[in-house]
């Protein structure tokens, strides 16, 4: 690869002869040349700028004086795909992707601009025509004194992606930004020896030996990190690059993935009286998708108006003693919420004999509703959401004795939320008869043991 960079200070680029890229350039495989823009001043003084027009501050670099310098750089026969780079503040950002991209061409002529920047005429003029790209990046969202430090980062990121340049091409592949499907990722932490420094052991899983533990430790502390450091990142991820065990990893930090989408972060945190509005809607949205298609629409309408209504749920959200909300909300709303019914006595019976029998005249507090937007179905926000209202209830205590059931009725057809409520723990205990509208439903009746035992017959 052939590389130019036109700069003020040639010298700023000393340091391309050290390293990597200094044996990659003795080796052949890089041609990188340096030249002074002053050479092509015409004037006693050198003079390379001048006065902006339309006024303010600073100088801005003649075009005429960059024009016979890439002119004359670009006269040279290179076969191949050339790219001219303009480093400013205002470019587009220099990524991996584009580093990758770039590192594609076969010529790369930068253009160091200094002062206020170089006149506009010039990416212009050069854009124009099938023989050369222009780009225009930054290194980040600061301002520099001018393009060298930024030629010193095109140069190394590029030089070290060509071929031969790092010795193992390995370390290419793992490291952060790396992009393909596992990539996205900033780099997971490593450690070599000694083994305890400063009272610093390093973690027992890489002296293991044991490889797949290694890599998911690894691949958990890669997750951990984008996530605290780098949301755009996450925002960014491929879902089809996210396994079980990294959807973990996220939702443990509240990030979730709806099926076919990138994670979305989802807060799950305890309803509040100003909820109620929102709730209503997010119910009378969701209620009818959990309804069996026999149900007309009147009998639905009735129970949304009577049960699901903002006043409803002002009384729940006003009333902590008998129930317990949590939602889940993203930047866009609410897509989820629950409701937990406490109950006022240790005998307060819950609908089903079988259901009395399990509780053996312990508390048991009814998960009334779980309920979420389509689009998060299979993303992890339902079990968050189950979760929380589990923990809702773990210090709940009700004539001196602790909350040992969480139960639902769910309609007999809904299959889906069985199975998911059968994956959560819940096991089947029982049947009872829930009136929508006119319309008198046959439920099945689950339960979870908060105790540690296994909910179920005789037991
Ligand atoms: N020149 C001045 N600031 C710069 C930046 N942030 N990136 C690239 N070139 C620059």
Redesign the pocket.
């Known amino acids: 690869m052939r590389i130019d960079v036109v700069t003020i200070f040639p010298a700023y680029l000393d340091a391309l002869e050290l390293s990597l890229v200094g044996k990659a350039r003795r080796d052949g495989v890089l041609d990188l040349r340096v030249h002074d823009l002053r050479d092509w001043a015409q004037d006693r003084h050198r003079t390379v700028d001048d006065t902006p027009f339309g006024g303010g501050a600073g100088m801005v670099m003649r075009p005429d004086v960059w024009g016979r310098a890439l002119d004359d750089v670009l006269a040279d026969e290179v076969h191949g795909r050339r790219v001219l780079l303009v480093?400013?503040?205002s470019?587009e950002r220099l990524t991996q992707r584009l580093v990758e991209d770039l590192a594609g061409a076969d010529h790369l002529v930068v253009a160091c601009?200094r002062y206020e920047g170089i006149d506009a005429r010039v990416a212009e003029h050069y854009s124009v025509g099938p023989s050369l790209e222009v780009r225009e990046?930054?290194?980040?969202d600061?301002?520099?004194?001018?393009?060298e430090v930024?030629a010193l980062v095109v140069v190394e990121a590029v030089a070290r992606l060509l071929p031969g340049v790092v010795g193992n091409p390995e370390s290419l592949v793992e490291e952060s930004h790396a992009t393909g499907p596992q990539g996205g990722l900033l780099e997971y932490p490593v450690y070599t020896k000694p083994a305890e420094w400063a009272g610093r052991a390093v973690p027992d899983v890489l002296l293991s030996g044991h490889h797949a533990r290694v890599a998911r430790w690894r691949r958990d502390q890669a997750l951990e990190r984008t996530v605290r450091r780098r949301a755009d990142l996450v925002r960014a991820l491929d879902p089809d690059g996210l396994d079980r065990d990294d959807r973990s990893v996220l939702a443990r930090h509240g990030w979730f993935v709806p099926p076919g989408e990138p994670p979305v972060p989802v807060t799950v945190r305890a309803g509040r009286p100003p909820d109620s509005e929102a709730l209503a809607r997010l119910a009378a949205a969701t209620f009818p998708l959990a309804c069996p298609p026999h149900l007309s629409q009147a009998d639905v309408q009735e129970f949304i108006a009577t049960h699901l209504s903002p006043e409803r749920f002002a009384e729940y959200l006003a009333d902590p003693d008998r129930y317990r909300v949590q939602v889940a909300e993203t930047a866009q709303g609410l897509v989820g919420y629950t409701l937990v019914v406490l109950p006022r006595t240790a005998q307060e019976a819950p609908y089903a004999a079988d259901v009395a029998a399990l509780v053996h005249a312990r508390p048991a507090a009814e998960l009334s509703k779980i309920y979420l937007l389509p689009r998060f179905h299979g993303s992890g926000v339902a079990r968050a959401l189950l979760e929380a209202a589990r923990a809702e209830v773990a210090d709940v205590v009700v004539d001196g004795r602790p909350v040992g059931v969480l139960w639902l009725g769910t309609n007999a057809t809904n299959r889906r939320a069985q199975a998911s409520y059968r994956k959560a723990g819940f096991a089947p205990v029982g049947r009872r008869r829930f009136q929508v509208g006119g319309s008198l439903e046959d439920d099945v009746v689950m339960a979870v043991d908060l105790t540690g035992g296994t909910a179920g017959h005789g037991r």
Do not use: Q
């Not at 990046?137 to 980040?140: A, I, P, T, Y």
């Not at 600061?142 to 393009?147: F, K, S």
């Open positions: 480093p400013t503040p470019g601009g990046v930054s290194l980040g600061y301002v520099l004194n001018g393009g930024a």
